[in-house]
């Protein structure tokens, strides 16, 4: 039998005096081991039970407890780990890396999250009519977090879920259940169970460790440690048998010393009396002799009486000593009911605290939930807005695709056009044709070709008489425009309407001279200079193709019956006049300067494409005549000299950069519909204050920033009045500008706009009329003294903004994917 270790009282524990006056001296004789007090399921009390976040691995332990511990109170117990990464809109980061308010929003989510997952534990309990309360900490690892609870509110039954390995050790460290049937103190009883059985059971001890620190599993999952007898045996030996090694070696009965020490004094005795009887017998005064028998039968009665006498000692030993085990069984008894009775009220307490913290959070939760709700209700007014919007979105859609619509048919016009103009082109190859071979023959209206090389565009020069015939005699009613250089005259000549420039003799230079010119400028071929056809040397004039919308002039002051160019038209011929310009300023062997740029010599085609005319008509005059200001000031008409570089005015010469200031001057001119005059100061102060769009044309539409913005840039560029601060032409500039017409910026969604601002909002907020608005302009309103809503003019129920995340991403997200 093995011999356990005394069990010791609590300290401050004093029996009853009654008790200790019954015991008296002998309690302190021998120490017998105190038998170990088991709980049984039936007497009540509490029980710990370990879950985690599987709720169905909790549910099994939670059922499997209720079934055996009926009438007890189930503490849950669960140990929070909270999540290492938190997930942001850039993927998972640290918890440390990310943003606070991020970290403190999903820390707020996984709370809500265990609060669910313990209510749905609580209902398990309560459909199984057990009390139940619930105990949670918060720790990096779990199995730690489970022996801290254990430690700090000295459980003394847990149980908890754990997979068996039969036959094999269970090494500490490698499972939770490993680690609590190591590190978990010794006070506390642990059951472990795998669906729904018990698989083994570490119970209490009170001062014996576990060896080794493992824990070893017979084949039929009944475990037992070292150093422990199992439950059977423990059932298998009554609890008031004692092993004589308890016993001193003095008490043994067997021990021949104790034979010797117990007999000695009563054989002693004995034989005193004998002798004083012999002597006595054989006293003088008698004389009488005792025989050898006698005396042999005496000593036998006496060893008799005092063998009796030690069988008598002997039991009144053993009655005292179990005297004295009962006496310590019972302070052992009382000690045990106290320290129930002081952990019950420990645990009252505890449970009435729990009551109470739980009361609080679900007070909290219920404000928490009305926060929510209120916060869904305005979202819910957000979602109404931004369904409006998308109708209104879907609205313009369609009138998007009625403009598509209108587009492609505008397409197919233009492709019938140019079949149109490639017939009229084979016409007039046709006419020139027919042109030859009549010069050929007659001799008299065709003297051949200009200058004309090989491969290079024919010049044709026609007669005074067949441009009389053309014009009616050069009538006042033919005549569509004229300049400071002469008059534009239309015309009809073979089936085919031309334009014929008649120029002033006297301000020419000498015919030779002039006719060298007209060779030059007939090899200039380019789909946005308007095609040089002829040449009348003796009219000193110069037949060119005829375009019937007119100039760009007459457009932009609605002199035609042209509706308004939009925007995208506007680009376009912005673009076109760049290409041209580039081609002249290109030439070979020296560059082309146009040296009148103007609205008023750019012509539009149509379809609206525009032809650049008058170009290099300063090669046709003598250079002295070009330098007299009083050339300049009989040529010039009103408002011509807008266009005119102020370098070159003061110079006397021309250049490239003369032709850039007026191109400037013309984007500014398209982009605002307005007079050259001051223009240029005019927009930069515009933008200076950030009213651009105030100067812009409203006629041409709404439009795109990016288009508004390069433009506006380039045209004030173009009109530094420092010709080296003005840009240069150049082929990437040129295919830059052709893209910003057929290249819209992506529309944005009317609801990221400000209603005030009508810009894209970067702190939107919502007002109490339920609309949002840009934080800094709707603060600007109400500082003003007012107090309506900018959308309803009504009054507002209060002056509080609150923020719309939800919108401020989505502008967030689409900035970026723009």
């Known amino acids: 039998m093995e011999l356990l270790s005394p069990a010791h009282p609590p300290a401050g524990f004093s029996p009853p005096a009654s008790f200790r006056e019954a015991v008296g001296q002998r309690s302190g004789a021998v120490s017998f081991p105190l038998p170990e007090i088991v709980e049984e399921s039936g007497s009540g009390g509490v029980v710990h039970v370990a879950v985690g976040k599987s709720v169905g691995k909790a549910a099994a332990l939670l059922n499997w407890t209720c079934r055996q511990f009926g009438n007890w109170e189930i503490c849950i117990l669960h140990v929070h780990q909270p999540s290492s990464m938190i997930p942001t809109l850039l993927g998972k980061l640290p918890a440390s890396q990310a943003n606070s308010e991020v970290v403190t929003a999903y820390r707020r989510e996984e709370q809500e999250q265990m609060r669910k997952l313990l209510f749905n534990y609580m209902r398990i309990c309560s459909q199984s009519k057990v009390k ?126 104790y034979f010797r020490s117990f007999s000695s004094p009563t054989s002693t005795g004995s034989s005193s009396g004998y002798n004083s009887s012999i002597e006595q017998g054989v006293s003088p005064d008698s004389g009488a002799k005792v025989d050898e028998e006698s005396l042999h039968a005496q000593l036998t009665e006496m060893q008799r009486e005092a063998e009796a006498s030690r069988d008598e000692a002997f039991q009144e030993f053993s009655k005292r000593k179990k005297l004295e085990a009962e006496a310590v069984e019972a302070i052992s008894k009382v000690n045990t009911l106290e320290s129930a009775h002081a952990r019950e009220i420990k645990l009252r307490m505890e449970a009435e605290d729990a009551l109470e913290i739980t009361i609080q959070e679900r007070e909290k939760l219920f404000d928490e939930r009305e926060e929510v709700t209120k916060e869904l209700q305005k979202t819910m007014r957000n979602i109404a807005l931004l369904d409006s919007r998308a109708q209104e979105a879907n609205r313009r859609r ?27 082109k084979m016409e007039a190859t046709h006419w020139l044709d027919r042109w030859k071979s009549r010069g050929q023959a007659g001799g008299a209206t065709y003297n051949g070709l200009i200058g004309c090389t090989e491969g290079s565009p024919e010049v044709v020069e026609f007669s005074l008489a067949d441009l009389q015939t053309a014009t009616c005699n050069f009538s006042e009613s033919f005549k569509i425009g004229q300049s400071g250089h002469g008059c534009v005259y239309k015309g009809e000549m073979l089936d085919r309407t031309i334009a014929i420039k008649k120029l002033h003799p006297h301000k020419l230079q000498r015919q030779s001279d002039f006719e060298q010119e007209v060779q030059v400028l007939g090899k200039l071929q380019h789909h946005h200079l308007v095609t040089l056809i002829g040449v009348c040397p003796e009219a000193w004039s110069l037949v060119y193709e005829y375009l019937p919308n007119g100039s760009l002039q007459d457009c932009l002051f609605k002199r035609n019956n042209i509706c308004s160019l939009n925007w995208k038209t506007r680009a376009k011929i912005i673009a076109e006049i760049s290409s041209a310009l580039l081609f002249l300023h290109s030439c070979e062997p020296e560059n082309i300067v146009h040296g009148n740029l103007k609205p008023e010599n750019v012509l539009l085609g149509s379809d609206l494409s525009c032809k650049l005319c008058d170009f290099a008509i300063c090669r046709l005059m003598p250079e002295e005549t070009l330098r007299c200001p009083s050339f300049r000031r009989d040529t010039e008409l009103k408002g011509a000299l807008s266009y005119t570089d102020p370098e070159s005015q003061r110079t006397g ?139 309803t003019n009504l009054k507002l129920d209060h002056l509080h903004l609150t923020p719309n995340h939800a919108l401020r991403h989505a502008i967030q997200d689409w900035l970026c994917n723009s």
């Open 398 to 424: 369609e009138e998007a695709s009625g403009e598509l619509k209108t587009l492609q048919f505008s397409i197919s016009a233009l492709r019938l056009e140019k079949q149109k103009i490639r017939r009229q």
């Open 132 to 257: 139940a309360s619930v105990l949670v900490t918060e720790a990096s690892q779990v199995q730690k977090g489970i022996i801290d609870l254990v430690n700090k509110h000295g459980i003394r039954k847990l149980v908890m879920g754990a997979v068996p390995e039969n036959c094999m050790k269970m090494k500490t460290g490698s499972s939770k259940a490993n680690y609590a049937a190591k590190n978990a103190p010794l006070f506390c009883e642990i059951q472990f169970v795998n669906k729904g059985k018990l698989v083994w059971r570490r119970e209490a001890f009170e001062g014996t460790s576990f060896g080794d620190g493992e824990v070893i599993f017979d084949p039929e999952c009944r475990p037992h440690s070292s150093g422990r007898r199992t439950e059977d045996q423990a059932e298998a030996v009554p609890t008031e048998v004692v092993s004589t090694t308890a016993l001193p070696s003095s008490m043994n009965r067997f021990s021949p010393p």
């Open 653 to 791: 010469s021309l250049s490239t950069k003369s032709d850039i200031y007026s191109f400037g001057l013309i984007i500014l001119q398209l982009l605002t519909g307005r007079d050259p005059v001051g223009l240029a100061a005019e927009v930069r102060k515009a933008i200076s204050i950030g009213k651009l769009a105030t100067v812009l044309d409203s006629s041409a539409g709404e439009w795109p920033n990016f288009v508004s913005k390069k433009l506006v840039y380039l045209g004030l560029q173009c009109c530094e009045l420092n010709s080296r601060d003005r840009p240069d032409l150049t082929p990437s500039l040129v295919r830059e500008l052709e893209q910003l017409h057929t290249s819209e910026e992506r529309p944005v969604p009317s609801f990221f706009l400000c209603p005030i601002l009508q810009e894209i909002m970067h702190d939107p907020q919502v007002a109490a009329d339920g609309f949002t608005y840009e934080r800094d302009a709707l603060l600007g309103w109400l500082e003003n003294g007012r107090e309506t809503s900018p959308m």
